[in-house]
């Protein structure tokens, strides 16, 4: 039987489907939708800017910022489905009695799997923050609130993303190779919580 598609799910069906006990969608997938809806914000910001004379000189740079954005918008919705295939092995494998032979094996390496998604919306995020940058800076001052709202968005998505890998590595067996994405988690944090707030920061400040 075909899968169902999450992202085709209404708005609200999603909502309700994930304050349900339903296993997914979950915090990853959450992360990636909250991910995807800030880069589409920075896209709006974009739209909205591109053609009006004041702007023209930035026409250029907004554009392939738009192209980036798009790119990262449809990157992002196909990880709520990743995060999703990759969870159900997960589950599943907990359910292995604890004294089967199998059991480790197959728990690291679902484990692994469980971890690839939010890793990559993880990254995602970091890279969309940096866009959101170039379009409030460039962006119409009509719309300048909007790129402040898809980089909180992108910022919280970050968060959400980062413990979505921990709670994976936490659990697993090899440490060198968890500390190791621990270690790149834990470096774009640092890096990019700083960028995400002085953006939000610099377009608040606008309007007081």
């Known amino acids: 039987m075909k899968q169902e598609r999450l992202t085709n799910l209404s708005c609200a069906a999603f909502a309700e489907r994930l ?29 909205l800017t591109v053609g009006k004379p004041r702007y023209a000189a930035a026409e250029p740079e907004l554009r392939a910022l738009m192209e980036r954005a798009e790119a990262l918008r449809l990157r992002l919705l196909a990880c709520v489905e990743e995060d999703a295939a990759a ?5 599943e494998a907990y359910a292995i009695p604890k004294d089967d032979p ?3 094996d197959v728990m690291e390496s679902r484990l692994r799997a469980a971890a690839q998604p939010p890793l990559e919306i993880l990254d995602l995020c970091c ?21 402040a709202t898809g980089v909180v968005l992108c910022w919280g998505a970050m968060y959400g993303a980062a413990v979505n890998v921990k709670v994976n590595t936490s659990a697993m067996k090899d440490r060198a190779y968890a500390d190791e994405i621990n270690h790149h988690v834990d470096a774009q944090m640092e890096q990019y919580w700083r960028v995400a707030e002085r953006v939000y920061e610099d377009v608040y400040r606008r309007f007081c």
Do not use: H, T
Request: hydrophobic share 50%; proline share 5%; aromatic share 4%.
């Open 19 to 47: 304050a349900s006990g339903a296993p997914v969608p979950g915090g990853g997938g959450a992360s990636a939708l909250a991910g995807a809806l800030g880069v589409a914000l920075g896209g709006m910001v974009g739209a």
């Open 87 to 91: 969870f159900q092995p997960l589950a």
């Open 102 to 104: 199998a059991r480790d």
């Open 127 to 147: 890279e969309a923050i940096e866009l959101q940058r170039e379009f409030a800076r460039l962006g119409s001052a009509l719309a300048v609130s909007d790129a």
